[in-house]
């Protein structure tokens, strides 16, 4: 079973940015894809950005050039960058690993002024 644990969340202005990281324990986490979802209330989850092993991107429509996710094989970590927050991003963030489909216990990204 793999230990996903995410940080970096927290409170930001409109038109700010954050960094979200994730630390995967438990899996050869080179070989599997990653991706970060996220939960605003009332809604379901949604996938926000994923990258395979290959290191091919996808994005959310409604984040496509103001997120990058990106990965380092070697500190078995992955990230989300975001940048010109939207009040509309405020959720929580949750990491997955491709291996189990173990998911951390959520990071919370609130966007208001």
């Known amino acids: 079973q793999a230990e996903v644990v995410e940080s970096g969340g927290g409170l930001v202005q409109p038109g700010g940015s954050l960094r979200l990281s994730c630390k995967v324990s438990?899996?050869?986490?080179?070989?599997?894809?990653m991706a970060w979802y996220r939960q605003a209330p009332g809604k379901v989850r949604e996938l926000v950005a994923s990258?395979?092993?290959?290191?091919?991107?996808k994005y959310l429509d409604s984040v496509k050039g103001r997120f990058t996710i990106s990965r380092d094989n070697g500190e078995q970590a992955v990230y989300l960058d975001m940048n010109n927050l939207k009040p509309e991003d405020t959720a929580v963030y949750y990491c997955?690993?491709?291996?189990?489909?173990?998911w951390g216990q959520g990071t919370q990204v609130t966007v208001s002024s």
């Open positions: 438990g899996i050869e986490f080179r070989f599997y894809p």
């Open positions: 990258i395979d092993n290959g290191f091919v991107r």
């Open positions: 997955w690993e491709g291996r189990f489909a173990s």
